[in-house]
T-cell receptor, first 115, second 112 residues
Framework: DARVTQTPRHKVTEMGQEVTMRCQPILGHNTVFWYRQTMMQGLELLAYFRNRAPLDDSGMPKDRFSAEMPDATLATLKIQPSEPRDSAVYFC?????????????FGDGTRLSIL | QKEVEQNSGPLSVPEGAIASLNCTYS??????FFWYRQYSGKSPELIMFIYSNGDKEDGRFTAQLNKASQYVSLLIRDSQPSDSATYLC????????????FGAGTRLAVHP
């Protein structure tokens, strides 16, 4: 079964530290999405890419968050410096090309705790 | 008003009953509609998608779409305790790329 792979699965770190989360999309999928999920806000879209190009990162706090896709098999989400309010589950999802009504598939998520 | 609205629940149904989950959306031009199931501590998992008015059935699940009224629903027949989870409705807007807008989810509890 093809799946989206995220690392690390869990991360606990102190406020002010840099956090990097990684995602390997399903082979052949050319759209990649980063979401953040909290109890209060639900599932929020942070950024998404098509063919490695960022299309929309309006959901992302620009001063501390950055998202990149250095190649077709790797997407990264960085937080620097991290703050306690960044504690959440971060999901990566990928999907095939955008012109058809195809669903996104989610990775298992990175559970981030900032102390 | 949120773009995609769901009742947060919990929706409690007895085992064997039909669970009915509803979702409304604000963008009249929305094209595709997805239902994801999320167990506690797990990632969202796709159950069904629908893009034409009417019903679409897959096993115990039926998705219903009414674009004129801007709502989509998910029926789960013969509900099982293993169906207990949060169900997320997601809508693909008109135009643009494969960007989904998610509702906050409805928590379903199926009791024996």
């Amino acid at each position: 079964d093809a799946r989206v792979t995220q690392t690390p699965r869990h991360k606990v770190t102190e406020m002010g530290q840099e956090v990097t989360m990684r995602c390997q999309p399903i082979l052949g999928h050319n759209t990649v999405f980063w979401y953040r999920q909290t109890m209060m806000q639900g599932l929020e879209l942070l950024a998404y890419f098509r063919n490695r190009a960022p299309l929309d990162d309006s959901g992302m706090p620009k001063d501390r968050f950055s998202a990149e896709m250095p190649d077709a098999t790797l997407a990264t989400l960085k937080i620097q410096p991290s703050e306690p309010r960044d504690s959440a589950v971060y999901f990566c999802a990928s999907g095939p090309d955008t012109q058809v009504n195809q669903p996104q598939h989610f990775g298992d998520g990175t559970r981030l705790s900032i102390l | 008003q949120k773009e995609v609205e769901q009742n947060s629940g919990p929706l409690s149904v007895p085992e064997g009953a039909i669970a009915s989950l509803n979702c409304t959306y604000s963008d009249r031009g929305s094209q595709s509609f997805f239902w994801y199931r999320q167990y506690s501590g797990k990632s969202p998992e796709l159950i069904m998608f629908i893009y034409s008015n009417g019903d679409k059935e897959d096993g115990r699940f039926t998705a219903q779409l009414n674009k004129a009224s801007q709502y989509v629903s998910l029926l789960i027949r013969d509900s099982q305790p293993s169906d207990s989870a949060t169900y997320l409705c997601a809508v693909k807007r008109s135009g643009g790329y494969n960007k989904l807008i998610f509702g906050a989810g409805t928590r379903l509890a199926v009791h024996p």
